[in-house]
């Protein structure tokens, strides 16, 4: 049995409301498959839905008069749209990664390459920042493929793209990157 979310609850009785319960249950499984390509956690995926239908509700005098298939794809793309703006808000790109190489600096051996870990760290900090100076689609193909592992025909998905400028953004955000470090180095020098 599926759970009306509570933004549908809060509706007021009457033809909106019974619209969206029906857009809900017609397509709860599409928006929870749409947003679980974003993120692997079902709380995660339940707010995007929950943020996705509110979204809905404000076109529901568009939306109302779609032909199934055109309302099938705008939920995605709502979804979609959603799922990357809750990323963007909640940071789960960089907290992944700095999470993930915190925990590789810290298993390096302690007192023999303290020096290692300390450069180490410094180099990922200086990645860091050149990350988040990178233009938003390089910055987020990146991201997606080295902080979430993912392929890139996922990224292309999910980034609205072909594989091929998938591949050109994380080429170009790596060159960037190299430039943004080592430039850094060479100033210092």
């Avoid at 190489?101 to 051996?109: E, H, N």
């Avoid at 303290?114 to 180099?123: G, P």
Wanted: net charge neutral.
């Amino acid at each position: 049995m599926i759970v009306l979310p509570l933004c549908i609850l809060a509706m007021a009785e009457g033809t909106d409301r019974d619209y969206m319960e029906w857009l809900f249950r017609e397509h709860y499984r599409l928006m929870m498959a749409t947003a679980w390509r974003f993120v692997r956690q079902s709380y995660d995926a339940d707010e995007i839905v929950s943020e996705s239908l509110m979204a809905l509700y404000r076109k529901i005098d568009k939306i109302r008069h779609m032909k199934q298939n055109s309302l099938r794809l705008y939920i995605i793309s709502t979804v979609r749209n959603t799922s990357l703006n809750y990323l963007k808000k909640h940071q789960r790109m960089n907290s992944q990664f700095f999470h993930v190489s915190d925990m590789v600096i810290g298993q390096l051996p302690s007192e023999e390459n303290l020096e290692k870990k300390i450069v180490l760290s410094e180099e990922l900090d200086q990645v860091r920042i050149a990350i988040r100076q990178l233009p938003e689609r390089e910055r987020m193909a990146v991201q997606l493929k080295f902080e979430m592992n993912l392929t890139d025909a996922e990224i292309s998905e999910i980034m609205g793209i072909n594989a091929d400028s998938v591949r050109r953004y994380i080429y170009r955000g790596k060159e960037h990157i190299r430039l943004m470090v080592y430039q850094e180095e060479k100033s210092d020098e």
